[in-house]
């Protein structure tokens, strides 16, 4: 018997990039998590997003946490007082897509409409939200850009400001706010000229390269990426393995080494790395770049406190865990995932992975041999200050006056050492905040 035609599927929806985004904002602002975190134990809003519209979505996410406070100004004439989460993220969002990626109204005061009717907590507010953002994405742009750039938490600004003072602050909370370009280290440094032209980016003072702002495409398929010709890596993350100056054949301890940009350098350089972390997770991308950059090094998992070197080592790079304050401008994420109670336990963890590289009963580093200190930090006491303090325990270690080529040498640091900030360089696209420092015993 024939068959009548068969009932048309109703089509589902695409998922929307921007569910994606509020997703990870909620993870960050209500959970305290870093974003890393939240793409780990994404919600399927941003799991069943293609690449392209992951990507999107922490597009999104990155320029709504840079512009939060921005994005509250904006918002405020039209509120008689803050809503409830998740409708105030899903506010911030919206106004910051409209803001900054000069999105249509009409299509960005429609999407979150939406988001809000979808959502058990908000569909009662979701007049509220059409109403409030029919005014606010009206803002014009000179007004946008005429208010003041994201702050700093308290627990972070106020050192801070202590130690380089409210213009400085000004400066560095400005530079945040544009973000970060892409830089790459090359595992062939006399081939800089050759992979500026190929790549259209800019051979730096210091020896990275750094493509145009905006250079399109994913990083995987930017030429050189499969044939590990460089890696991805800040210009002055690059700078610690430049400092210490390591020598070909030389036995090289890169400890709390992941994800690896610094042994890669080390490795690149002829040094025999040993390459040590405790997270066997994030040790993964180091061993997929070795893979890929065809460069050797020694992967070890322990804890840096406890383990045993099989023989002393000539060199020591020791990149210590720290608040990361100094990558705000790449991790917006950052000040909502630390608090003020991190930075004790930080400092101590800091100055204990000193002593255990510097006492010569630990048979780490072998007699003459030479050490760089170095943390992503943009507070003395997770840089100037820890050198000071190890230097007072430690009677035989002494500061070295050790060049950085192509460094500024308005970054001398304060007692010795060198320091990075995000507003240096600011012509050049600015550069991550590091301090580093090498000793000699």
């Given amino acids: 018997m024939p068959q009548g035609p068969r ?7 695409p998922p929307d990039p921007r569910a994606g985004a509020l997703m990870l904002l909620r993870a960050v602002l209500g959970q305290g998590h870093t974003l890393a975190e939240a793409r780990a134990t994404a919600s399927t809003d941003f799991t069943r997003l293609d690449p392209p519209g992951q990507a999107r979505a922490l597009r999104l996410a990155l320029a709504t946490l840079r512009h939060l406070d921005r994005a509250d100004a904006a918002l405020a004439p039209h509120l008689r007082k803050a809503p409830p989460e998740p409708v105030r993220t899903l506010l911030r969002l919206a106004v910051t897509e409209r803001m900054v990626f000069d999105a249509p109204a009409h299509g960005v ?14 569909a009662a507010l979701a007049g509220l939200v059409n109403a409030v953002l029919r005014k606010a994405t009206d803002m014009p742009a000179a007004a946008w850009e005429a208010l003041p750039p994201q702050r700093m938490p308290g627990w972070l600004r106020a050192p801070m400001t202590a130690a380089w003072g409210a213009d400085a602050v000004a400066a560095i909370e400005a530079a945040h706010v544009q973000g970060a370009p892409l830089d790459l280290s090359l595992r062939d440094a006399t081939q800089s000229a050759r992979w500026a032209q190929d790549l259209g980016a800019e051979v730096l003072p210091t020896g990275s390269l750094r493509l145009p702002a905006g250079a399109p495409g994913a990083v995987s398929a930017l030429q050189g990426y499969d044939s590990g010709a460089w890696w991805v890596q800040d210009a002055a ?26 042994t890669l350098q080390l490795a690149a350089a002829g040094a025999q790395v040993t390459a040590l972390d405790i997270s066997d997770a994030r040790m993964g991308r180091l061993r997929a770049n070795l893979a890929r950059t065809g460069l050797a090094a020694k992967v070890v998992v322990a804890d ?20 990361a304050s100094g990558t705000i401008r790449r ?39 030479r050490v760089v200190y170095c943390t992503c930090s943009l507070l003395p006491a997770e840089g100037e200050a820890q050198i000071a303090a190890a230097l007072c325990r430690h009677p035989g270690a002494r500061l070295a006056d050790l060049l ?8 001398r ?10 507003d240096f360089w600011q012509g050049k696209g600015g550069l991550d905040g590091f301090f580093m420092a090498a000793l000699e015993t």
């Fill in 109 to 122: 005061v429609n999407a979150a409409v939406s988001m809000a009717r979808a959502s058990r907590k908000g």
């Fill in 404 to 411: 950085l080529p192509g460094a500024d040498p308005a970054w």
């Fill in 331 to 369: 991790h917006p994420d950052m000040p909502h995932a630390r608090t003020a109670v991190d930075l004790d336990a930080l400092a101590a963890l800091q100055a204990r992975l000193l002593d255990r590289v510097l006492d010569p009963s630990a048979g780490v580093l072998r007699p003459g041999g």
């Fill in 237 to 262: 993350a690059a700078l610690p393995a430049r400092l210490l100056g390591v020598r070909r054949g030389e036995r090289v301890l890169d400890l709390c080494a992941a994800p690896g940009g610094k």
């Fill in 413 to 422: 640091a304060d007692g010795g050492g060198w320091r990075t900030r995000p």
């Fill in 7 to 13: 009932p048309a599927r109703a089509r589902t929806a």
């Fill in 304 to 323: 840096a406190l406890d383990w045993h070197a099989p023989a002393p080592f000539d060199a020591i790079l020791l990149d210590a865990p720290c608040s």
